[in-house]
DNA sequence: AAGTGGTCTAGACCACTGC
DNA sequence: CAGTGGTCTAGACCACTTT
């Protein structure tokens, strides 16, 4: 971009400097589905030289956008958008450690459990639910139920609330895969750009603790979480009890 | 640094980046306490002139460590080594909130809440607190249990174990304050760089559902936390007992 | 006006990958 | 070997704060 056409296209004040815009520009097109997961970015240079600014400006955009998880950087090969089974983004969202586990607190969590899906069911959003999703009174949800165990035993239940306009094919027959965010980005181009979650202590349902073979009355962590994707749209709530004898919550605070 | 003197120090393979090694160079003096918080460092090119190294570098070591949270940056003022006390960085550990907060899960905690010690001793370390602190046998530590309320109500139950050779200045008679990592940083020139956290659910003990006002039975969140220097070493254990009825904890996962 | 951090550019060279 | 990202430099200019 020259000197001209910048001030040209910024007077003077420039709102956002310009490698927020590139930025942006990019996490567009992330949004409208142009780039699905895995596929490679054009170089750094291609894109500098399309939207008429330096290769350096380019790569500020582009470390931010590693930096929130978006983009994977191979060093020699390319930039590429960020897979949910890529190494290291598996484990993003997925803070629970077995209580025995002999690695260090930083340590990733070593094994990501599998899923046996017990109900699947569409509906009409409850009230909770179009204001969790964001929905209308008359818009439809599909409702997942299933248990999550790892190597060992069952260690949690789950329950998933997904809007159907959201995901338009998933039908009565639709298998759920175990990495459900793998799925939302391959098939339906919806990439999770954040979750929030709310934890608190319970007591165990009866029908949980026959489910998870507990002891009647056993404490529960309660997590209740809502994932964002990059257009800021809550796309799935997700309320996940799990067992607390033997598997705990990590977390690390920079 | 000269072409000369970048390939006489590092003849071809250079083990580190040399933004990295500006970085490492920058924490030291941070951790040798040369720089106290609230500090305001040298300009950009001052250490840059120093160190024999482009202003570009330097800042690209600067801006990563904004990013970990040891540094402010304030334009058209300076540099600083990030307080405690810092907004923003207040909460920066503090994950719990109010059901009932009427603001967005993003929002940060509307208030943070004030401290009531109850007993303050100093004792040979447990093989537990050696294992956890990284000490030897003989070594001491203090042990400090506090309640910690916020408007409403008290809202959990807390354990602190310090190791006495880092905290040389305290003794029976010392006040700990509300906000304990400022007195780390002002008092003892720790800088807490990371904390990790265990979480899990648990039955209220008896003597804790008497402080807190609590029902008998009542599920809780326990969360194990130990913080970690800028020199790696964990200068704290902290257990909390948080009550679940009326506050969660929230976390954001990007 | 002087000093600071923030943005942007242009170009050089290095390190890694794949053909 | 060509193409990619990674590092480093030098310099220009902008925005903000303080004197």
Not at 170 to 190: A, K, R, S
Not at 191 to 213: H, M
Request: aromatic residues 8%; charged residues 25%.
């Amino acid at each position: 971009m020259t000197a001209a056409n910048r001030s040209s296209s910024t007077p003077k004040l420039q709102a956002q400097p310009l490698y927020a815009r590139v930025q942006q520009a990019l996490v567009d097109r992330l949004i409208a589905g142009n780039w699905r997961p895995g596929t490679m970015l054009p170089s750094e240079f291609a894109i500098a030289e399309e939207l008429g600014v330096s290769q350096g400006t380019v790569r500020k955009a582009l470390d931010e956008m590693t930096a929130l998880g978006l983009l994977v950087r191979k060093q020699g090969r390319g930039t590429f958008v960020a897979e949910a089974e890529d190494t290291s983004i598996l484990f993003r969202f997925y803070r629970l450690t077995r209580d025995d586990a002999s690695t260090a607190l930083a340590a990733p969590a070593a094994s990501f459990p599998d899923s046996t899906y017990l109900s699947q069911v569409c509906g009409t959003a409850t009230s909770k639910e179009q204001e969790v999703l964001g929905l209308n009174a008359s818009d439809k949800v599909w409702r997942f139920e299933r248990v999550r165990s790892d190597h060992v035993e069952p260690i949690l239940w789950e329950s998933l609330v997904l809007p159907v306009s959201r995901f338009p094919s998933i039908d009565e027959t639709t298998q759920l895969p175990n990495n459900v965010y793998q799925f939302y980005g391959n098939e339906h181009g919806i990439i999770v750009a954040r979750v929030e979650e709310k934890l608190r202590a319970v007591i165990a349902p009866p029908n949980i603790v026959s489910a998870l073979g507990l002891e009647s009355g056993a404490p529960m962590l309660e997590i209740d979480r809502r994932a964002i994707a990059l257009d800021g749209q809550i796309v799935e709530w997700r309320t996940s009890l799990c067992r607390s004898d033997t598997i705990h919550y990590r977390n690390e605070l920079k």
